[in-house]
């Protein structure tokens, strides 16, 4: 089961937006609208940011937004902030019951 | 208010036995998946597995099956992830989270709530 294909690094200056790709196969991502997203700060456990592709949870700021094509999600983060430098990882389910992880992405606030 | 609680930081040495739990409270601990994640030092997260601890059902990561094993108390809410002969590359961060969508029979990726990581270390 291999991981899902993020972007090592990301990168965007206060303000603008940018969006991270998470590229996965038939298999995962592109077989099921179960994507979800995760933010995590150095040192601190994963935060739900996006799940079901594009929903929000409750207490999320709609700066964060989720989308998919084929058998790629991606997450948008608009008018960038600093505290949104972090670590972002996907999620998908895959079949046979599972669930794979992206290999993660850091997002630099320049 | 949800909460899921880890037990503390391990050191073990290789061939060990270990066995991690994660307590929850706030919410009907039965009816909600609890799933455990991999996070190395420095590295991406990894899904281990998932179990529903109303009746035990999991779903395992083919990655990990067979290294581990998850189990439940139901009666003091409380999930376990098991090794029982340790290896140097199980040295990691290990995160229990809980499925926001608490149906029985049907796993989701929409973790909402997290413990606070144990740490494992095995020297």
């Known amino acids: 089961q291999s991981a899902l294909t993020q972007p090592a690094s990301v990168s965007g200056s206060p303000g603008q937006s940018i969006t991270i790709s998470c590229s996965g196969t038939?298999?995962?991502?592109?077989?099921?609208?179960?994507v979800s997203w995760f933010q995590q700060h150095p040192g601190k456990a994963p935060k739900l940011m996006i799940y079901?592709?594009?929903k929000r949870p409750s207490g999320v700021s709609n700066r964060f937004s989720g989308s998919k094509s084929g058998s790629t999600a991606s997450l948008t983060i608009s008018g960038l902030q600093a505290e949104d430098e972090a670590d972002y990882y996907c999620?998908?389910?895959?079949?046979?019951?599972?669930?794979?992880f992206g290999g993660g992405s850091k997002l630099t606030v320049l | 208010e949800v909460h899921l609680v880890q037990s503390g930081a391990e050191v073990k040495k290789p061939g060990e036995s270990l066995k991690i739990s994660c307590k929850g409270s706030?919410?009907?601990?039965?009816?909600?998946?609890i799933g455990w994640v991999r996070q190395v030092s420095g590295k991406g997260l990894e899904w281990m597995g998932i179990?529903?601890?109303?009746?035990?059902?999991?779903r395992d990561s083919p990655s990990f099956l067979g290294q581990v094993t998850m189990s439940v108390d139901k009666s003091i809410n409380t999930v376990y992830l098991q090794w029982s002969s340790l290896k140097a590359s199980d040295t990691a961060m290990y995160y229990c989270?809980?499925?926001?969508?608490?149906?029985?029979?049907?796993?989701?990726?929409?973790?909402?709530?997290w413990g606070q990581g144990t740490l494992v270390t095995v020297s």
């Open positions: 989270a809980r499925l926001a969508s608490g149906i029985s029979g049907a796993i989701d990726t929409d973790f909402d709530y």
């Open positions: 706030g919410y009907s601990f039965s009816h909600y998946w």
């Open positions: 179990i529903y601890p109303d009746d035990s059902d999991t």
């Open positions: 038939i298999s995962d991502v592109g077989g099921y609208n179960l």
């Open positions: 079901e592709v594009s």
């Open positions: 999620c998908s389910y895959a079949h046979i019951n599972t669930l794979v």
